[in-house]
């Protein structure tokens, strides 16, 4: 699925998108042709590549790494591998940290158990996919922490220049230059909860404070209408890949108050936090047990809980230096969460797996990469 190296149509932003970074730079790839009547990562259907397993034989690979599992594809190519031909790997992120319930909800968890059972090695990106691993019947000998990530260098070289582009931004969009700067980056739709962090905003009565909303989708009309008549709330577009630094450089806080079980992590955070911003998020964010830790570079409130959140923007702002320290902090402890951890992760399952990259017969392993 060539999603964002091709101009594709992404349903949640509602817009079509090409991402302005490189995403095939470094390893050689394969596109596999994708037969689906309605090509896409929203549906079961939406990833049907006939030819996949002939063309991953015809690799002759040492390992196959599966990135998901839960399309036609992925399901047809399990069925048919056969352990001689080389293990898997399987990388997830889901989490129970909002638990389903019902007949439905356990007829479910024994099905992906039984998928889970076709994986030779899982890796794990922090502490809820772990535990939702072991809940699975995964047994620890088969597990290795390979941490989300995004390309930390990226970031953390543009701060600098990011920071004088953000100056010039905020006069832009017309925020005031002595404001504090709250700000949601990303998709609005129901499962990250923009309409909570816009109430809890203006209940909250902050002075010499702005909320700034970056992104698209099928809330924004709603938000727009919510905010219609408020001074200190602000829209700002899409913004691509390589202006992503300059939209963290404009915040002093990033808040995602996610709600449900769809925030398997919150790759965001992450990219926050490279930029030195304090980050406040809710308890269902996949990332928050791993990367906040309250009062040491950030908050996390109650899912769900608009007054909690409220109270947290007011605590937060309560203090400049603190918020500030807050932001440091975030930038040193997402140094363990980089492409040399995650890949690191990936070497010792193909070290258990019996499959050493260091070996003269095996191929070099390619560089991961993750989307938003």
């Known amino acids: 699925w060539d999603f964002g190296i091709e101009a594709r149509r992404d349903p949640q932003f509602q817009r079509t998108i090409q991402w302005d970074v490189p995403l095939l730079d470094g390893y050689a790839s394969e596109f596999v042709p ?25 690799f002759r690979p ?24 080389a293990p898997v790997i399987f990388r997830g992120d889901s989490h129970r940290i909002a638990p389903t319930m019902g007949p439905l909800s356990a007829l479910r968890k024994r099905f992906i158990s039984t998928v889970f059972r076709r994986f030779d090695a899982c890796l794990y990106v922090g502490a809820a996919n772990r535990r939702y691993f072991e809940g699975h019947g995964i047994e620890p000998s088969r597990l290795f922490f390979a941490p989300h990530s995004v390309d930390n260098a990226r970031f953390i070289t543009q701060a600098d220049d990011a920071s004088v582009k953000a100056s010039r931004w905020r006069l832009e969009l017309g925020i005031p230059a002595h404001h504090r700067v709250i700000l949601f980056a990303g998709k609005f739709e129901s499962k990250k ?6 109430r809890a905003f203006l209940d909250a009565g902050l002075s010499n404070a702005s909320l700034l909303f970056v992104g698209s989708g099928p809330q924004e009309d709603a938000l727009r209408s919510a905010a219609a008549g408020h001074l200190n709330v602000f829209f700002a577009p899409f913004q691509n890949q390589s ?12 808040v995602l108050p996610s709600y449900g079980g769809g925030e398997t992590w919150g790759l965001a955070v992450n990219e926050a936090m490279c930029l030195s911003r304090a980050v406040l998020v809710s308890t269902h964010v996949g990332c928050a047990e791993d990367l906040v830790e309250p009062y040491v570079n950030g908050l996390i409130f109650p899912a ?17 230096n603190r918020l500030r320290k807050w932001g440091e902090a975030g930038r040193r402890k997402i140094e363990a969460y980089s492409y040399e951890q995650t890949t690191s992760g990936l070497l010792r399952a193909l070290a258990a797996v019996g499959q050493n990259v260091e070996s003269g017969h095996s191929r070099p392993t390619p560089q991961l990469r993750e989307s938003r």
């Open 34 to 58: 994708n037969a689906s009547t309605r090509p896409g990562t929203d549906w079961l259907f939406g990833l049907w590549n006939p030819e996949l397993v002939d063309r991953v034989r015809a």
């Open 62 to 85: 040492t390992a196959v790494l599966l990135l998901s599992y839960n399309y036609a594809s992925i399901y047809w190519f399990l069925t048919q591998w056969r352990r001689r031909d």
């Open 193 to 198: 909860r923009p309409l909570d962090l816009l």
């Open 243 to 254: 202006l992503m630094a300059r939209v963290y450089a404009s915040s002093d806080l990033y």
């Open 304 to 320: 769900g809980d608009v007054a909690a959140l409220s109270a947290a923007l007011r605590e937060a702002l309560s203090d400049d």
